[in-house]
């Protein structure tokens, strides 16, 4: 009785070690997810072909600075395309006098319009909403179409009502909080430029209207549409405990911005759906840098496509290891039990 009763007790201390050898293999069985080769996708999908038709466009349409990157991507990809001949012509029409009156103009048109689809108009409607000028410009051109009876932008609206309280924050932090104002500005920029996708419109609704209430910002400014009283009102609707999900995705479209250039990420964020592919492309603009714009026009938003990669580690190993040794006993003591 007394092996019998030993046996049994055996068999249930080695069926527990199994279940729980199983359960730690599980907590350590863990992937990565692995960003496809972009510079390997574009020798497998780019023909030499499509590479100079993208260096063409660029430079018929005075895009200078795509051009150059083309080329680069070119020339480190082992594509024919005469890169010294191109470079040559691009420096002979990319003047400095023509890139001053261009910029100029630009600046001027983003400062007070808001909108660009260019490097310094893009500059010059950033500089706007770190002044407050352009949040407040936006507000109010959105304010006047919801008194017309006619459909607002809600992103736009969201997005400056929360610039000005992230403004506000910006200067009393000491500019801690200057990525995430740079990165609602670029936002707003793709939106206006028709550049970001209904999938992530949706995302940043979702979160803006935690940050800004447009209900209490309109009743607000029922009296008073003075440029002084918009920043009131937008301070009063601002929820400053609920921007920590919207500024750590500013945050990380800022980041795509240092990596690459202002102008590349408003046109980069019409790959992005979700939080998901904005996490990616910030992966892809940390390894590619200035190249990533042109990489994944040529490729494509594949290019954000991951693959699985089980995750090696000792502790896996161990556990694996555990588990094994710990099933055999148990099918031991079990086979004694049925058999003797």
């Keep these: 009785m007394v092996k019998k009763a030993v046996r049994k007790l055996a068999l249930i201390l080695s069926l527990g070690a199994f279940g729980l050898s199983v359960y730690q293999v599980l907590q350590h069985w ?55 001949r191109l470079k040559k012509f691009i420096t002979q029409k990319d003047t400095q006098l023509r890139k001053i009156i261009t910029q100029t103009t630009n600046f001027t048109q983003g400062f007070i319009k808001g909108k660009s689809a260019n490097v310094a108009g893009i500059t010059g409607s950033v500089v706007a909403d770190f002044t407050v000028v352009g949040d407040v410009r ?12 006619e459909k607002i932008n809600e992103v736009i609206v969201l997005l400056s009502g929360a610039g000005i309280g992230l403004t506000a924050l910006t200067v009393a932090s000491l500019g801690t909080t200057a990525p995430a104002k740079a990165g609602t500005s670029i936002i707003k920029l793709a939106v206006k430029t028709r550049r970001m996708t209904r999938g992530f419109q949706k995302h940043m609704v979702k979160l803006g209207r935690k940050v800004f209430d447009w209900s209490l910002f309109s009743r607000l400014l029922k009296q008073n549409r003075g440029a002084y009283n918009i920043r009131r009102a937008a301070r009063q609707a601002y929820h400053p405990e609920a921007i920590k999900p919207l500024k750590k995705i500013a945050s990380q479209v800022n980041r795509i911005r240092k ?29 590619y840098g200035t190249r990533t714009k042109g990489l994944m026009k040529l490729v494509g938003k ?15 190993i161990l556990s694996i290891l555990a588990s094994v040794l710990s099933g055999l006993l148990s099918f031991f003591f079990l086979f004694r039990a049925v058999f003797r």
Excluded: W
């Design 138 to 149: 936006d507000l109010s051109t959105e304010y006047e179409k919801h008194e017309k009876g």
């Design 30 to 84: 863990d992937y990565d997810d692995t960003l496809v080769d972009l510079e390997k996708s574009l020798r497998l999908n780019v023909t030499q072909k499509q590479i100079s038709q993208e260096i063409h466009n660029a430079i018929s349409n005075a895009e200078f600075y795509d051009a150059r990157v083309y080329i680069a991507i070119a020339e480190s990809n082992h594509y024919d395309v005469d890169s010294e």
């Design 302 to 316: 594949g290019a954000l496509r991951t693959v699985r990669v089980l995750r090696k580690t000792t502790a896996l």
């Design 259 to 287: 990596s690459t250039s202002t102008l590349d990420t408003v046109h980069l964020l019409k790959y992005v759906d979700s939080p998901s592919d904005l996490r990616k492309l910030e992966k892809i603009s940390l390894k």
